[in-house]
């Protein structure tokens, strides 16, 4: 296989992400954005910085054999010239390692000029788009940009049909949630959607509304998705699904567990190097956006479930957390921010109903041609799932 076609689905190879930050800027003021001084900043990273840097790791003798490397903002196709010049010198170097291209992009300043280059290089360079939901509910939250996006979709997905686009997802457009995912389906994108980190409830009163919204929302989709087995449910929004289902004692106690994983690998699988060439664990470690100093992260090991009622949560394992969130509002990596702890309830429940309805419509003979050991972890799934939706978490 081609070192410039290397894909994370294939198994053995380990990846590392270099995140470059090459401009601090951005043409949309987003509602959620957590990149407090994005706009305030017109500096962009030398290209012998991101030279340097790239070669420090495509030549490091560690464990990874693959390289992936994400250039990041701000907007970085503001630094479209940067990314040209960085490509198409790498190219002409010698690498052991493998490697590939990542732009995450808001995709509202792509030219004639720039998607002629991203064409002739679709092959190294995957393009991770931002949209969230439809017209009404992206244009709520992203700075009313999706007239500027819709023209450059059918870009996006000619090109990098496989790459997921990225939906965040805030209180403003709980209420157009179902609706949206339910459009970005009919279109043919490949997405995820996920609820934002910060905490964006509100008071008491205003977050039980939502968390009711919420949950109709759900519902609606799990409706969408049972009548079309052919989708699948979108990630991680309804395939949040505890690790444990299945086994044959379906609660497991966390009490004993001394440490996690990390989701993101931040500080390990993942590194960010900014604009003016310093080292952090991931780019919500940059000091501009959390407003203190990064830790030193050795390792992808959080010590403890931290607060306490984490620790004794049955679906601890299956809840998302951000190290660097956590860094930022609680000063403390490891102490996990609580705000979601109802709404990812909420798509537990979700996606244990829907496997569960998915389940109880295998047909008959893809039942016949399974053996008797998957037929019997299928039984006790099956239970765990009914017995989850139930008796609640």
Same mark, same amino acid.
């Given at each position: ?5 290397? $894909? ?98 808001? &995709? ?137 289902? &299945? ?29 003016? &060439? ?73 996606? $244990? ?6 389940? $109880? ?33």
């Amino acid at each position: 296989m081609p070192k410039t076609q290397i $894909s994370k689905q294939i198994d053995g190879l380990k990846i590392r992400t270099l995140n470059l930050v090459l401009t601090k800027n951005c043409n949309l003021n987003c509602l959620y954005c957590y990149e407090k001084e994005k706009q305030q900043d017109e500096e962009r990273m030398d290209t012998s910085i991101a030279k340097e840097m790239i070669r420090k790791y495509m030549n490091a003798d560690d464990e990874f054999n693959v390289v992936e490397i994400d250039f990041f903002g701000g907007e970085p196709m503001l630094a479209f010239s940067q990314i040209r010049e960085i490509i198409q010198w790498f190219l002409l170097q010698n690498w052991s390692k493998g490697y590939r291209f990542l732009i995450g992009t808001n &995709g509202t300043i792509l030219t004639d000029e720039m998607k002629s280059w991203l064409h002739k290089y679709r092959d190294i360079i995957n393009i991770s788009l931002s949209i969230d939901g439809n017209k009404i509910a992206h244009d709520l939250i992203r700075d009313n940009s999706y007239d500027l996006i819709y023209p450059n979709l059918s870009f996006f997905k000619s090109h990098w049909l496989h790459q997921p686009a990225k939906m965040t997802i805030i209180g403003d457009t709980i209420p157009y949630l179902a609706d949206s995912i339910i459009e970005l389906e009919e279109m043919g994108i490949n997405f995820t959607a996920n609820v934002a980190f910060e905490d964006f409830w509100g008071n008491s009163e205003r977050k039980k509304k939502l968390l009711n919204i919420y949950e109709e929302q759900l519902n609606k989709l799990v409706s969408f998705y049972t009548a079309h087995q052919e989708l699948f449910p979108v990630s991680p929004l309804l395939t949040a699904l505890p690790e444990y289902l &299945g086994l044959s004692n379906s609660i497991i106690s966390n009490n004993s567990r001394s440490d996690c994983v990390r989701f993101c690998g931040a500080g390990h699988e993942m590194v960010t190097v900014d604009i003016d &060439g310093e080292v952090y664990p991931c780019h919500r470690f940059l000091p501009w956006v959390t407003g203190k100093p990064a830790p030193k992260l050795q390792t992808n090991i959080q010590t403890l479930w931290k607060p306490e009622e984490c620790s004794n949560c049955r679906i601890v394992s299956s809840c998302p957390t951000c190290a660097a969130f956590n860094w930022e509002v609680n000063g403390d990596t490891s102490i996990r921010s609580t705000y979601h702890c109802e709404s990812h309830i909420l798509e537990v429940l979700a996606s $244990s109903k829907l496997e569960a309805i998915r389940l $109880s419509q295998i047909n008959k003979n893809k039942l016949e041609s399974i053996s008797s050991g998957e037929l019997k972890l299928l039984k006790r799934k099956t239970e765990a799932l009914w017995e989850l939706i139930e008796n609640g978490i």
